[in-house]
T-cell receptor, first 110, second 112 residues
Framework: GQQVMQIPQYQHVQEGEDFTTYCNSSTTLSNIQWYKQRPGGHPVFLIQLVKSGEVKKQKRLTFQFGEAKKNSSLHITATQTTDVGTYFCAASGSARQLTFGSGTQLTVLP | EAQVTQNPRYLITVTGKKLTVTCSQNMNHEYMSWYRQDPGLGLRQIYYSMNVEVTDKGDVPEGYKVSRKEKRNFPLILESPSPNQTSLYFC???????????FGNGTRLTVT
């Protein structure tokens, strides 16, 4: 089946530093979604990207979909302790099913 | 309130003792899915259902069964649990297969 690579697996940042996680696929995607899972919680949908080159913002979070629709990134500006958690991408291809990346676990040090 | 309800939240059992984890959604979603989450492996799909009476294997279906007799319910059945099925399980639903997913709160299963 479709595979989605997500890096890095772990990231420790000092509060106020920026953070980025990346997802890559070898095949063209129809859409990509991002989820956040707080420690002890369940994944919560953040956003969906559909168009080539699309950029969406949610406050300090910026989501990008690559021009070739094979990669995506989530960037957090000036991290806060509330940003702690694991961020997952989930990609959909021709099978119209979502495949999750392995996640990036973000730790924010106060 | 729109939600996906999973039960139980925690379950400790012994090898070979059949168990069922229930999942129910109140959003009239057609698509439902089960995932297991293990450290470093992300969310791996066990089974999914596109609609009532339609189920299919995900990436890691061995040792699991599901049924979809009603739209709202999608139970996960472990006929003979083994220790390698110790994991955190999530049920999720969505309008269709590649739509945003709503997740349940999870079931932490320990098989000894």
């Amino acid at each position: 089946g479709q595979q989605v690579m997500q890096i890095p697996q772990y990231q420790h940042v000092q509060e106020g530093e920026d953070f980025t996680t990346y997802c890559n696929s070898s095949t063209t995607l129809s859409n990509i979604q991002w989820y956040k899972q707080r420690p002890g919680g369940h994944p919560v949908f953040l956003i969906q990207l559909v168009k080539s080159g699309e950029v969406k913002k949610q406050k300090r979070l910026t989501f990008q979909f690559g021009e070739a629709k094979k990669n995506s990134s989530l960037h957090i500006t000036a991290t806060q302790t509330t940003d702690v958690g694991t961020y997952f991408c989930a990609a959909s291809g021709s099978a119209r099913q979502l495949t999750f990346g392995s996640g990036t676990q973000l730790t924010v040090l106060p | 309130e729109a939600q996906v309800t999973q039960n139980p939240r925690y379950l400790i059992t012994v090898t070979g003792k059949k168990l069922t984890v229930t999942c129910s959604q109140n959003m009239n979603h057609e698509y439902m899915s089960w995932y297991r989450q293990d450290p470093g492996l992300g969310l791996r799909q066990i089974y999914y259902s596109m609609n009532v009476e339609v189920t299919d294997k995900g990436d890691v279906p061995e040792g699991y069964k599901v049924s979809r007799k009603e739209k709202r319910n999608f139970p996960l059945i472990l006929e003979s649990p083994s220790p390698n099925q110790t994991s955190l399980y999530f049920c999720a639903s969505s309008r269709q297969g590649n739509s945003p997913l709503h997740f349940g709160n999870g079931t932490r299963l320990t098989v000894t």
